[in-house]
């Protein structure tokens, strides 16, 4: 073949694979545009049915409470009624039994004017007598018409204005939440959840975040935090198990929360933080990220390492202390290169650390910076990253070679940064713990 149709070969290679490439690249838009409108389509349609079933539940709602309040102000009328009739017809049976007597007294005088001469005044006589006993001149109090109860019902037809403009603002629709999440880091057993406020004129005072194991069809939305912070570390989470997260933001002096961010799916591939089992001196949580130094101990207790060597350089090692017991100056919280048995404290060669009185200490020698002291609610953090000072090996990062890490330890609103010269490559740690007096509480993630 000639050199022109080599080149037009090679063209329509080119052409051919461009258009592959093409074809993909439309093919993944058309897949992005897909789940655009799934996503429009499915939260329209969950939308809708939010509408249907809060208006319904609140027709049903103030239907209820019309009725009950329908119900109770005919009671009242009711018992005013009663009450107010009781006297009336208490006042009526006592003049139809002064009538009664009355009637009788006229039979009785009519009958004594009619008899004969002989038994006429034994009759006006007796009647005489009736008539001074039952007092004619004494009648009973009838209460006049202003008097007594005219029971009427006050109605404010402001209520049905009221309710028409509370109804015709009541609920909304949002196209786009106030708040979305902005990224998800995988933490060692959890995950670092941050978010964003995307709408610019709504003022949050607090934000919501919720998370649920992904797949799980009874499962649940659960809140993880509820606060001003625009990121929280979610603990506990199984390692390579997908979890759902969404955030929400309620406005300042509004009790209702917004709409629910757009969910993320998020897991993590790195084991939980977790301190090593059966260390004299120290009693652990359940799941063992929590350490307590208690008084069981007969003498200086040993060093708590971790379980495993699981903080790795690039991430972010935190020690939360939840309780404080005295100090001294051969507490340690820090990070090292090997776990030996017997140590008292973590200021030996092969590791960096703090101790309580916020002293420094690297391979065992104390640098002038200091920190300060760790008191109850304090967080200590541990970050590192790897310096080359000679080159290593790609192939095999233990064939020797001395290794530079730069350690940023923060404390309070304060941090110190120092290189670290180690003997070997490393990417993994393990950290560790040590107090002299008990009553030390710390949570490790």
């Not at 149709?5 to 838009?29: G, T």
């Not at 209820?64 to 208490?90: F, M, Y």
């Not at 004619?136 to 005219?150: F, G, M, R, T």
């Not at 030996?340 to 092969?350: A, N, V």
Request: aromatic share 6%.
């Amino acid at each position: 073949m000639s050199v022109e149709v080599d080149l037009l070969l090679q063209e329509a290679k080119e052409s051919i694979e461009a258009a592959q490439n093409y074809r993909s690249e439309l093919q993944q838009r058309l897949q992005g545009l897909n789940q655009a409108r799934k996503q429009i389509r499915g939260s329209s349609g969950q939308a809708r049915e939010a509408l249907k079933r809060h208006f319904t539940e609140l027709q049903a709602a103030a239907g209820r409470l019309l009725s009950e309040r329908l119900a109770g102000l005919l009671a009242e009328v009711d018992a005013i009624e009663a009450d107010s009739i009781k006297p009336l017809d208490d006042c009526q049976s006592l003049i139809e039994h002064g009538v009664g007597q009355a009637d009788e007294l006229l039979r009785e005088g009519e009958a004594a004017l009619r008899c004969g001469l002989g038994e006429k005044e034994d009759k006006l006589g007796s009647f005489t007598k009736k008539a001074m006993h039952i007092q004619l001149d004494s009648l009973p109090e009838v209460p006049a018409l202003v008097d007594v109860p005219c029971v009427s019902a006050q109605l404010d037809d402001s209520v049905l204005s009221l309710l028409r403009d509370k109804v015709s603002r009541h609920g909304a629709v949002s196209s786009h939440p106030p708040v979305q999440i902005e990224e998800l880091q995988e933490r060692p057993g959890g995950i670092l959840v941050r978010w964003c406020k995307v709408d610019e004129d709504f003022a949050a005072a607090d934000y919501r975040l919720q998370y649920r194991r992904s797949g799980s069809g009874g499962s649940q939305y659960e809140d993880a935090y509820i606060g001003r912070e625009c990121e929280f570390l979610v603990l506990h989470l199984d390692p390579h198990s997908d979890h759902l997260f969404r955030v929400s933001a309620r406005g300042e002096g509004r009790t209702e929360w917004s709409p629910w961010s757009v969910p993320q799916t998020g897991y993590t591939t790195l084991a939980p933080h977790e301190w090593r089992s059966g260390t004299e001196g120290y009693i652990l949580s359940s799941r063992k990220n929590i350490a307590l130094r208690n008084d069981s101990a007969q003498s200086r207790c040993a060093v708590l390492y971790s379980n495993a060597p699981t903080y790795f350089c690039g991430q972010t090692l935190t020690f939360k202390i939840s309780a404080a017991g005295q100090m001294d100056r051969l507490d340690s919280l820090g990070v090292c290169i090997d776990t030996q048995s017997g140590d008292e404290s973590l200021q030996r060669d092969q590791a960096v650390c703090i101790s309580t009185n916020g002293a420094v200490f690297v391979n065992g020698k104390e640098m002038t910076n200091q920190l300060p002291a760790i008191t109850v609610g304090s967080a200590v953090t541990f970050d590192m990253e790897v310096v080359n000072l000679l080159p290593v090996s790609n192939n095999n990062l233990s064939e020797g070679g001395h290794f530079k890490l730069r350690v940023t330890i923060g404390s309070g609103n304060r941090e110190v940064v120092f290189d670290w010269l180690v003997d070997q490559a490393v990417d993994c740690l393990f950290f560790g713990c040590s107090f002299v007096h008990s009553g030390w509480k710390v949570l490790v993630f």
